[in-house]
T-cell receptor, first 116, second 113 residues
């Protein structure tokens, strides 16, 4: 079974440019999450999709970030325009169920974003 | 709000040494607790978890016990190998807060032969 995949693995852009990150969850997982780790600090939650609906977007830092999950399969996270403080590693995770103590989130390898 | 504090690294130790990584949390109610591990070049993998007080999670020789009285979930391994070199993250989840995980800052462990 394929795991969570993310593309690209690395992205280097100039301040003010736009970047789109993609996440493909494990097949059959309705729940998809975005997290990010900035400057070696804590990994912080950004948002949670259940199928194509945003269940919780309380962690989105501002309106420069736009996440979509059309069709309830893969998801994209767009940053427009990118700022220096957006640099970090963006992780995607998916899970089969959204509640219950037995649910496990499976993480992708992350996309390292560098904004110059 | 919820928070997780874990010891800062890097932690450097020799093969076969004993490893402890401290983790404490702040949260109301009864969170589930997790340890994730990130090996070089890979994504986070769930290492072990515990869902209620006094539960012990274990996997690959690692153990952690959910201590409600001290709000702790320390990770231990009796004899580390070079292959255990990685970054370890402690995390919690509270269902009333949705399904999001709250992570600590991560602890880098380097095991030397």
């Amino acid at each position: 079974e394929a795991g969570v995949t993310q593309f690209p693995s690395h992205s280097v852009i100039e301040k003010g440019q736009t970047v789109t990150l993609r996440c493909d969850p494990i097949s059959g997982h309705d729940n998809l999450y975005w997290y990010r780790r900035v400057m070696g600090k804590e990994i912080k939650f950004l948002l949670h999709f259940v199928k194509e609906s945003k269940q919780d977007e309380s962690g989105m830092p501002n309106n420069r970030f736009l996440a979509e999950r059309t069709g309830g399969t893969y998801s994209t996270l767009k940053v427009q325009p990118a700022e220096l403080e957006d640099s970090g590693v963006y992780f995607c995770a998916s899970s089969l169920r959204s509640t219950g103590s037995t649910d496990t989130q499976y993480f992708g390898p992350g996309t390292r974003l560098t904004v110059l | 709000g919820d928070s997780v504090t874990q010891m800062e690294g890097p932690v450097t130790l020799s093969e076969e040494a004993f490893l402890t990584i401290n983790c404490t949390y702040t949260a109301t109610g009864y969170p589930s607790l997790f340890w994730y591990v990130q090996y070089p070049g890979e994504g986070l993998q769930l290492l072990l978890k515990a869902t209620k007080a006094d539960d012990k999670g274990s996997n690959k020789g690692f153990e952690a016990t959910y201590r409600k009285e001290t709000t702790s979930f320390h990770l231990e391994k009796g004899s580390v190998q070079v292959s255990d070199s990685a970054v370890y993250f402690c995390a919690l989840r509270r269902i009333p807060e949705g399904n999001k995980l709250t992570f600590g800052g991560g602890t880098r462990v380097l095991v030397k032969p």
